[in-house]
C-alpha cells in the first residue's frame, strides 16, 4: 500500500501519488450496535470486522463519529445510519436507521463529517451544508432550529474541510483561512470570548492553516508544520502542559513537524511528518495507546513505530499504517477493537492480518474501507 496524503476532499477522486482516482472499496464495521450503528441491518454487536452489504464502491468516511455514521461512494452519493435524533442524519426522520440509507439524490458529495447532533457534508462545487440539531447555532445558518435535511451555510464556494464535536464547529476554506461557530463556552470558536456564534467566523487572519481536528478542545495544524489548540483544557487536552481553557489559538511546543490531528473529548492525537503517532488528554481507558492509564497534558510518543498515516479518535482510537494494517487501542466494553475480545487495551494491537485497509472512522463503532 503507498502512503497516501489523506488531506482535503481531493482525495476522494485522486490520489497524487498514485495513478488516478481511488476506484471504492468495501466497508466494514464493529463495535457498539444498539442504535444500528454498525450498518448492517439489525443491533448485534460485532467484535470483529463484518463487511456492509456487497458493494466495492466505498471512498470516503468522516474522521471519527459517535452514534450516526455516513460515508460516501465512488458515485458522490452520500450514505447515512445509525441514531436519527434531531433529525442528524439528514433523511428527514429522527428515527434510527440500521442500514446505509441514501441522503438524497445528488451525486457531488465530497466530504462528510459527523458528530453527535449534527451532521457535515462538502460538495465539489466547494459549498458547505449541513443538518440536524442547531442548538447553540451549531448548524451555521444563522439560526438556533434544527433541520433534518441538508440547508446551505451561507454561499460561499471555497469550504475545504469541516470537522463538528457536536455543538462547536471548525471548518477550513482553500484559502487557508480558519473557521468557527457554534458552542462557545470554553473558548471554542477561537475568538477571544465565550459567545456562542450561529454562522461561521473567522479565527485571526492567518492564510496558513492546513489540517484541523475539533471537539472541545480544537486543533489545527498550519503549512508551516506547527500544532495549535483553543477551547476547553481542563483535562490537559491542550496538550500545552496546563490545564486551563483558552478561546484563542496558541501553538503547542515550538516543532514544525505536525502532520494531522485529531480530538474526541478530552483526549487528543497527531501524526508527524515522520510517521510517528502522539497522544496526550484523558487516559482512563488506555485511549492514549502508552499502554498505562496516566492522564498527560503534554504530547508523548505512542510505541516506536513511525509508519503511522492517520488516527481517528475516540474512546477507542482506530489508526492507519502505511503498510495499509490498522490498529486499535482503549475502551472495548462492545468489542471497539474489534479484535475479538472486550478487555480494554492501552496500547496499540492490530485488527486481523489484512494489509488492504484505506480509511478509518472511528467511534462507539468502528469503520473501515478496504483498498
Known amino acids: 500500500m503507498s502512503n497516501r496524503w489523506k488531506g482535503g476532499f481531493i482525495q ?6 498514485t495513478e488516478g482516482p481511488f476506484t471504492g472499496g468495501e466497508l466494514y464495521t464493529w463495535g457498539a450496535n444498539s442504535l444500528g450503528t454498525q450498518g448492517q441491518d439489525d443491533v448485534v454487536v460485532r467484535s470483529s470486522p463484518t463487511q456492509v452489504g456487497s458493494l466495492v464502491t466505498w471512498s470516503i468516511l468522516p474522521k471519527r463519529a459517535i452514534n450516526n455514521y455516513s460515508a460516501i461512494k465512488t458515485d458522490g452519493t452520500f450514505w447515512v445510519w445509525g441514531q436519527g435524533l434531531g433529525g442528524r ?14 441522503l438524497g439524490s445528488l451525486t457531488n458529495w465530497a466530504y462528510a463529517s459527523v458528530y453527535g447532533s449534527t451532521s457535515f457534508g462538502i460538495k465539489t462545487d466547494g459549498t ?11 448548524l ?8 433534518s435535511s441538508p440547508i446551505q451555510i451561507g454561499s460561499d464556494t471555497n469550504w475545504l474541510a469541516v470537522e463538528t464535536g457536536g455543538t462547536a ?3 477550513l476554506k482553500t484559502d487557508g483561512t480558519l473557521w468557527a461557530w457554534g458552542r462557545n463556552n470554553v ?6 470570548n465565550t459567545i456562542a456564534y450561529s454562522s461561521p467566523v473567522q479565527i485571526g487572519s492567518d492564510t496558513d492553516w492546513y489540517k484541523i481536528g475539533p471537539t472541545s478542545s480544537m486543533a489545527a495544524i498550519k503549512t508551516d508544520g506547527t500544532l495549535w489548540t483553543w477551547g476547553e483544557g481542563s483535562s490537559g487536552q491542550s496538550g500545552r502542559s496546563i490545564a486551563v481553557d483558552t478561546s484563542s489559538p496558541t501553538q503547542v511546543g515550538a516543532l514544525t513537524n505536525w502532520a494531522d490531528v485529531n480530538a474526541s ?10 510517521g510517528t503517532l502522539w497522544s496526550w488528554g484523558t487516559n482512563n481507558y488506555g485511549q492514549l495507546g502508552t499502554n498505562n492509564l496516566i492522564n498527560t497534558s503534554s504530547p508523548v510518543q505512542v510505541g516506536i513505530d513511525n509508519n503511522w498515516s492517520f488516527v481517528s479518535s475516540s474512546f477507542s482510537p482506530i489508526a492507519l499504517k502505511t503498510n495499509g494494517t490498522i490498529w486499535a487501542w482503549g475502551y472495548n466494553a462492545n468489542g471497539e477493537l474489534g479484535i475479538d475480545t472486550t478487555v480494554n487495551m492501552s496500547s496499540p494491537v492490530q485488527i486481523g492480518t489484512n494489509n488492504n485497509w484505506y480509511k478509518v472512522c472511528g467511534g ?6 478496504t483498498e
Open 12 to 17: 476522494a477522486f485522486f490520489d497524487p501519488l
Open 89 to 102: 442524519l439528514g433523511i428527514e426522520t429522527t428515527a434510527n436507521v440500521s442500514s446505509p440509507t441514501q
Open 128 to 138: 458547505l451544508w449541513g443538518w440536524g440539531t442547531g442548538s447553540f447555532g451549531a
Open 140 to 147: 451555521g445558518d444563522n439560526s438556533v432550529l434544527s433541520n
Open 169 to 171: 464547529c471548525l471548518a
Open 187 to 192: 473558548g471554542q470558536a477561537g475568538q477571544n
Open 265 to 274: 473529548g478530552t483526549s487528543c492525537y497527531a501524526v508527524k511528518t515522520d
Open 364 to 369: 462507539n463503532a468502528n469503520a473501515a474501507i
